[in-house]
């Protein structure tokens, strides 16, 4: 394995990241969560996924 791959490779493909965030926020990703049964890290990750890449190509 080259030194660019090796720098890439995680051995976790998640690491744990704490964010405050307001309260009003946290509301509507729960009432969305208990709405469709969605996991709310998953409607997190999907959300900053979406974000990232649509900021991404400006």
Do not use: W, Y
Not at 28 to 54: C, N, P, Q, S, W
Request: hydrophobic share 40%.
């Amino acid at each position: 394995m080259t030194a660019d791959k090796a720098k890439d490779h995680c051995t976790d493909p998640t690491q744990e990241l704490s964010v405050k965030i307001p309260c009003r926020l946290v509301e509507r990703i729960e009432a969305h969560a208990k709405a469709t049964g969605a996991d709310i890290t998953g409607i997190i990750i999907e959300a900053l996924d979406i974000f990232l890449r649509e900021h991404k190509n400006r």
